[in-house]
């Protein structure tokens, strides 16, 4: 690891992978099973491409404890944390605020159902945190997938007030950026993947990276083997 990794750090956001515990949307019509086999891919996927940045890793989940997660997600983390907060704003308020206490000065947040966070995009966040204080790579659904802060700039006043799970929540939380006075710069959006027609989206552009989330569609019908 780099002195300059050292200061950088990447936060994933997960749920303990528990069929009907996960991706409920995408359960109704997969079945629990299924979606619950789709999200664990996506994350090994995200896991893999954090890991060729070689990039200090932290999963923060949704359990009391981290031993519920797999082997493998806990091996690949320097840490496994419990997210604290009400709303998805506070959880992800007290996750930057935890590594910036621990001396990352760059934080990249991701969310763990979007399959095309690969490694380029992970190094262009980081690398657009030299001009700008805060970066979003948006989700084609009004939201986004990836959030990065610096520790200098960050304010919590940025995910106040924000109606998660809307279409409005890039744009509310952009304003608030512009309110606060914080720089920002947009990443290339990526899909993620709530329902069967995120699935289809995906499968119409499907990232090239996410090898295990495409093996587990291609076994499943939804697409053919990438050439």
Same mark, same amino acid.
């Given at each position: 690891m780099t002195l300059i990794s050292q200061h950088i750090a990447v936060a994933l956001f997960v749920r303990h992978p528990v069929p009907g515990r996960v991706k409920t949307r995408l359960a109704r019509d997969l079945g629990e099973g299924d979606a619950c086999g789709l999200y664990r891919a996506m994350v090994t996927d995200i896991l893999a491409n954090t890991k060729v940045c070689g990039l200090p890793l932290y999963v923060f989940h949704d359990g009391q404890a981290a031993d519920g997660l797999p082997l493998e997600w806990q091996n690949a983390a320097e840490g496994a944390i419990c997210q604290t907060g009400d709303s998805l704003g506070e959880r992800m308020t007290t996750a930057f605020e935890y590594l910036f206490s621990i001396g990352r000065e760059r934080v990249v947040l991701t969310g763990s159902d979007i399959p095309g966070i690969d490694a380029p995009l992970l190094q262009s966040a980081?690398? $657009?945190?030299?001009?700008?204080?805060?970066? +979003?790579?948006?989700? +084609?659904?009004?939201?986004?997938?990836?959030?990065?802060? #610096? %520790?200098?700039?960050?304010?919590?006043?940025? +995910? #106040?007030?924000?109606?998660?799970?809307? $279409?409005?929540?890039? /744009? %509310?939380?952009?304003?608030?950026?512009?309110?606060?006075?914080?720089?920002?710069?947009?990443?290339?959006? #990526?899909?993620?993947?709530?329902?069967? /027609?995120?699935?289809?989206?995906?499968? /119409?552009?499907?990232? $090239?990276?996410?090898?295990y989330t495409n093996s587990w569609l291609v076994s499943h019908g939804f697409m053919l083997p990438l050439i």
């Amino acid at each position: 690891m780099t002195l300059i990794s050292q200061h950088i750090a990447v936060a994933l956001f997960v749920r303990h992978p528990v069929p009907g515990r996960v991706k409920t949307r995408l359960a109704r019509d997969l079945g629990e099973g299924d979606a619950c086999g789709l999200y664990r891919a996506m994350v090994t996927d995200i896991l893999a491409n954090t890991k060729v940045c070689g990039l200090p890793l932290y999963v923060f989940h949704d359990g009391q404890a981290a031993d519920g997660l797999p082997l493998e997600w806990q091996n690949a983390a320097e840490g496994a944390i419990c997210q604290t907060g009400d709303s998805l704003g506070e959880r992800m308020t007290t996750a930057f605020e935890y590594l910036f206490s621990i001396g990352r000065e760059r934080v990249v947040l991701t969310g763990s159902d979007i399959p095309g966070i690969d490694a380029p995009l992970l190094q262009s966040a980081i690398a $657009s945190m030299a001009d700008h204080d805060m970066v +979003f790579s948006p989700a +084609f659904d009004g939201g986004y997938g990836l959030v990065a802060a #610096r %520790k200098e700039s960050f304010s919590a006043e940025i +995910f #106040r007030n924000i109606p998660w799970s809307t $279409s409005d929540v890039l /744009e %509310k939380t952009l304003a608030s950026c512009q309110a606060e006075g914080v720089s920002y710069t947009l990443l290339d959006p #990526r899909q993620d993947i709530d329902t069967l /027609e995120d699935i289809l989206a995906y499968c /119409e552009q499907p990232s $090239s990276t996410a090898a295990y989330t495409n093996s587990w569609l291609v076994s499943h019908g939804f697409m053919l083997p990438l050439i």
